[in-house]
């Protein structure tokens, strides 16, 4: 019982985070780096999820994977299986994702990129070689927010997955469902080792955010990581 | 270094870089024509004047709204003229670049900046080392730019800058964040690398002396536009306008009637007659600004006979205040029609006098040290 939904939780958090850490980080590039028209209006669409409420987010999305959505048309169909729950786990993680890359990526001195254009580099190996290890520390944040946030996903994955024990129901889905029964062992078992998790992740992140990226080539603190 | 490949000798054998761009930024207009050829060319002027802008157009950093630049025939960006327009990346121009503040890659190591120039070149890694040794910096090739000192950053980016092959070496203060008796080790290396390769090296810089310690001409750049460009000495004996004499920090400034044209001109300054050069286009009576450079100031020992360097526009000044700059003492003294002009001087001349502020000073004016400036316009007022 717990076994599985511990097993499901890992999984869908893992989708999730990966699938909200790429998008974000391009976002979070996109946002920090270019300008074009309705800038602001894609920052606030993204950022919608950190507002709705979860039951609006799930009918979203059920509209998006429902029988008449493009998925069922491709054939696909997601709902109430545990992709539902791990697309709906990257949408909220997202906003979190492109907020702290955005940061990150806005933090990296543009001459050191410029200097790397000078030298030959194209923009694909600017981003990898030069922003990419510059910001690592703000977007490693962001893909544990992401992922923390993923993790405890509840109303939205209820909606579109539903919470079928072995199948989509994951550790928060887990927990009210051990509440409803009386399951209190379970439960208590669970809510300890959200908690954890949870505290342990934002620890992270402060401690990710108390030393901030060396910004510039002159600065004078200490080495830190490792090579890149 | 050996060239690995020369793309762009066919245009000639002299590399030649020319440039004549039109860029608006809010509301600054940037127009600057330049020409180049193998030396050190400074661009020179106050910070706001554009200067980093036109080293930018150059590498493909910021795109000028038209003109056309060329390197060694080559177009690197054309808009506005025929034939067709051009606007090469920065990444296919590979011009060598030492930004400001250097811009070394904080996450790589001295080596592996170098390395990251080369691009795929092979033996990356000895080729980087081999860079570092021409710059005395092979010994720190593992260190991590905040470990270096600001002279050896600027080292590891200059290395950096000539990775590419390049021909052309773009500098952007490259001496400002370095104490003065690295300066000038940098200076010199900069110079001999300069005659080495054969490159052509524009320098951006706000300081004088920087520009005298490696220039071979200078470009003076105000309000977006090149004033005067020369050889630098002619430069700052013969500024072409008032405007130029200020923005070349040439302080010394005189507003004079000419009062006597002949063999030599006299120039009537708030009640003091000056000895200037015999000048044809000066007629008695015109209002004319001149210049007194502070090199030609001497100072008069009072205890010994006056050689012809003191024998003329001999005057008895005060002394009211007293700087020092890396190499050079400045005084600022008060002449006896209540003028202050500065005389500027190597730091261990004079020794045996003591000029202190408020002490008086017998000063000459060396003939051709006085310089009437051209009637361009004013730069303070228009323009």
Known sequence: ?228 | MTRAYAPSDAGGPHPHLSLDIEKRVHAFSLHVRLEAGPGVLVLFGASGAGKTTVLNTIAGLARPDRGEILVNGRVFFRRGRPPSPVDLPARLRRVGYVMQDYALFPHMTAAENIAFALRNTADRETKARALLDRVSMAHLADRRPHQLSGGQQQRVAIARALAGDTHVLLLDEPFAAVDAPVRERLQRDLRALQRELDLIVLLVTHRLEDAFAVGDRIAVLHAGRIQQEGPIEDVFRRPASRGVAEIMGIGNLVHARVADVGPVTTLDWDGLRLEAPADPSLTPGASITAHIRPDDVKIVYPDRPAGPQVSHNVLDAVIVGVRQSANARILRVRLPNGHDIEVRFPLLSYAPLSLEAGEPVRIALRREGIIALGSSADLRHGN
């Open chain 1, 1 to 228: 019982m717990i076994g599985d939904a511990l097993r499901l939780s890992l999984l869908v958090t893992v989708t999730a985070t990966v699938v909200a850490g790429l998008f974000g980080l391009l976002l979070g590039r996109l946002l920090a780096r270019q300008q074009f028209a309705g800038k602001t209006l894609l920052e606030t669409a993204v950022l919608l999820p950190l507002v709705l409420p979860p039951s609006v987010i799930g009918y979203y999305l059920l509209i998006g994977m429902g029988n008449r959505s493009v998925l069922s048309w491709a054939g696909v169909d997601v709902l109430f299986t545990w992709p539902a729950a791990a697309i709906a786990s990257a949408v909220v993680g997202l906003p979190l994702m492109v907020q702290a890359s955005k940061a990150a990526i806005a933090g990296v001195n543009p001459t050191l990129e410029n200097a790397a254009r000078v030298m030959g580099a194209g923009e694909i190996e600017v981003f990898f070689r030069i922003t990419l290890p510059l910001a690592r520390r703000g977007i490693l944040a962001g893909v544990l927010l992401a992922g923390a946030r993923a993790f405890g996903e509840f109303g939205a994955t209820l909606m579109v997955a539903g919470s079928i024990p072995g199948r989509t129901q994951t550790v928060p889905l887990a927990i009210y469902d051990a509440v409803q029964a009386g399951r209190t062992a379970d439960a208590n078992a669970l809510v300890l080792l959200t908690t954890v998790l949870a505290f342990t992740s934002l620890l992270v992140v402060r401690l990710l955010e108390k030393q901030p990226e060396r910004r510039d080539a002159r600065s004078p603190r200490g080495e830190t990581g490792g090579p890149a």
